[in-house]
């Protein structure tokens, strides 16, 4: 079965800085790539995505590349706000099964 | 956008009591919906599929005897907690796709605190 591997567990930025969160999957055949954001005690939101026919996708503050060779993916938050903290869970989907594999999760920080 | 919700959003009880958790997709029609469990600062962990009018899928360590599925309409699947013991206590979260398929984003329901005195 799959297997993601997500990285750092947790990461403290300053507000305005930069923050990536990297994970890798096992399994190949995955071609789906979600990003979901969980707030404490709430429910996990999706924030972005990505398929395996594209390398980058962008939306505002939020992009994520994927790098099917090397099998694995990344989340890019920029000019990180207070509002951004939250823990976050990559994941990856097999083609031929519709179950997500989630990644640990990275709690990160955003000091004011 | 597509809405699940869980129905109750916390429940305490005493053990050896059975307590059953309602998942429904508000907005759309549900062919599949997920179960994960999620303990205190970890990540979610599925604990069974379930497609509409037939059996569940359960991953690997997980009791079906234990925690019941029913997924009886494209609506409504419901978890079954049997006999539920303080080590039972998590968040349990579920989650739905509006049809099968590779591509479709499942939404989650806000989850329901269970705590087993």
């Known amino acids: 079965g799959e297997n993601v591997e997500q990285h750092p567990s947790t990461l403290s930025v300053q507000e305005g800085d930069s923050a990536v969160i990297k994970c890798t999957y096992s399994d190949s055949a995955s071609n789906y790539f979600p990003w979901y954001k969980q707030e404490l005690g709430k429910r996990p939101q999706l924030i972005i995505d990505i398929r395996s026919n594209v390398g980058e996708k962008k939306d505002q503050r939020i992009a994520v590349t994927l790098n099917k060779t090397a099998k694995h993916f990344s989340l890019h938050i920029t000019e990180t706000q207070p509002e951004d903290s939250a823990v976050y869970f990559c994941?990856?989907?097999?083609?031929?099964?519709?179950?997500?594999?989630f990644g640990k999760g990275t709690m990160l920080l955003v000091s004011p | 956008g597509a809405v699940v919700s869980q129905h109750p959003s916390w429940v305490i009880c005493k053990s050896g009591t059975s307590v059953k958790i309602e998942c429904r997709s508000l907005?759309?029609?549900?062919?599949?919906m997920f179960w994960y469990r999620q303990f205190p600062k970890q990540s979610l962990m599925l604990m069974a599929t379930?497609?509409?009018?037939?059996?569940?899928?359960?991953e690997q360590g997980v009791e079906k005897d234990k925690f019941l599925i029913n997924h009886a309409s494209l609506t409504l699947s419901t978890l079954t907690v049997t006999s539920a013991h303080p080590e039972d206590s998590s968040f349990y979260i579920c989650s739905a796709s509006p049809t099968s398929g590779i591509y479709n984003e499942q939404f989650f329901g806000p989850g329901t605190r269970l705590t087993v005195l």
């Open positions: 907005d759309f029609q549900a062919t599949t």
């Open positions: 994941a990856a989907r097999d083609s031929g099964y519709s179950t997500l594999t």
């Open positions: 379930s497609n509409e009018g037939s059996k569940a899928t359960y």
